[in-house]
């Protein structure tokens, strides 16, 4: 009977759904989804939101409002995390990254206070999977490892078979693709034990990838080719474009390029119109790539400042400072609550000393009842010796915490050392895309240096040669990237001044992107100027650093 109900609810919802859709056309977005309070459980809402299909955005997000408050009226906390999670899948899904890390932060701090380590384990692995998103590997790959612990200890196969999945992506990032490979199968042999379908078809496409990334192109081919069909069978949109997309990288790697169009214009109408920027931005790339290989470097350039783009806003340092600022609040909070704990403990620690003291000065004022009172001063004096044992605990707990915050610290210091490594990484992409660029500038002024000699008096060509080759000159991309880079290096060129003060400003630029491991054709590409200039700027830092023919500039740098 309750089946029947919860059926005839999700029809209802269906046409629901369906004028809904009709009404975010015309641009009204009122009147959907109304119901009598208490009408229905937390429970059927979460199912429902489960049932819903994922590119209606706006639906899920009320269903899951309501979920919220049903959940809250009945004191359902399991379902109201569950509800929780459903609303930050929703953020997610519109690219709303810090209220979704808002929404998983407030689940996780009501799962722990309920105790209930499968309701943490499924909000840890949402949190690892915004900081995969973020592309911050090792915190993701930190919150999957605690949620796969969980989950094995639940025994719950369809989580740890995700969760396993997830944690090869990180290795996949990392380029360790042979840890990566053996997750995935490991995840994928869980799923087909257990027939979850969406499963199979994530760890198919994944599989692929990590087989195209060991340039075995028909492997990656070929479970490319059964997750596709089996995200066409559920008709999963945001699947069906991934596993494109990846074809069209593979075919791209085997120069078919007819069929990585296919693959890849299909995936792009795909992910434009369910909106799947994270997806768009990866098909951007993709045919920027194609583009070059096929000589076409105008729709190149395009395809890659189209890319650039949507990287800048899915990506930007804004968007990772907030998430970063949430969770380190939450931890703030949580230590406060921790230590406001332990100081109210002390204060009734602090009370009952009094108390004993007080006692005792009445132990001594009635002396002849001696042996009455001898009992109950050595009971009272037992009750002292436990209350000040746990007083030397708590002392041994605070000490273990200072260590804690000492191991904090270092870890900071590691984390920091770590983000430098991300900026000088954003900083190298930025300079090999300026290089691309005034490669591409210096082709087309090359290209019309030979067309103004065919033509000389043509005026409008000669003009166009001078504006490039100013652009080439005053290029304000390199004066950022320079910029940028002397500030996230700022320690080396400190120590560098203190080492040779003599140095000028085009050896300080040099210097700086050779720590960058730019090779001296990149650099010529970065700055506009032949590789000739360059190499002689190397040889006259060698001769004023005092370096031997055999030892390598570049080490001598890392070095200071």
Partial sequence: MRNLRLQFFVIIILIINTLSFAQDK??????????????????????????????????RFEI?????????????????????????????????YELAMQTYLKALNISDSIQNPGCRANVIYEIGSIYLE????ESARHYFTEALTINRKLKDKKSVAHTLSSIALTYWLKGNLEKAHDFLFESLKMEQSINNKPGISRCYNNIGIVYHEKKQDDNALKYLQMALEL??????????????????????????????????????KIAKNINALVLLSDNYRYLSRMSKNLNNYKDAFEYYTAFSDLEDSLFNKNKYTIISELQASFEIEKKEQSIQLQKKQIEVLEGNKKIDRLQKTILVGVLFFILAIGMVFFNRQKKINHRNKLLLEKDQEIQAAQVLLMENERAEKERLALELLHKNKFLIDFGLYIAMKNNFLIYLKDELKKLARRNIENQELKDLFYQLSQNLRQNSELIGLQENVEKVNSDFLQKLYERFPDITE???????????????KEISNIKAISIKAVEMSRYRLR???????????????HRI
């Fill in 506 to 520: 085009n050896e300080k630029h040099l210097l700086v992107f050779l720590r960058l491991n730019f090779s001296s």
């Fill in 64 to 96: 899951a409002q309501k979920a919220c408050s049903e959940s809250i009226k009945l004191k359902n906390w399991s379902e109201y995390i569950q509800a929780l999670l459903n609303m930050g899948n929703v953020y997610t899904r519109q690219y709303k």
């Fill in 26 to 59: 015309s641009g009204n977005e009122e009147g959907r989804f109304f119901h009598k309070p208490g009408s229905h459980n937390p429970v059927e809402y979460n199912h429902l939101f489960s049932e819903t299909n994922p590119d209606s955005v706006n639906l």
């Fill in 543 to 557: 001769k004023k650093f005092n370096l031997d023919s055999n030892e390598s500039l570049t080490q001598f740098i």
């Fill in 231 to 268: 995200s066409r069978q559920s008709n999963n949109l945001w699947s069906i474009a991934e596993a494109l997309n990846n074809m069209g990288e593979a075919y791209i790697s085997k120069q078919d390029y007819d069929k990585a169009k296919i693959n890849l214009f299909e995936a792009q």
């Fill in 134 to 137: 973020m592309r911050n590997i």
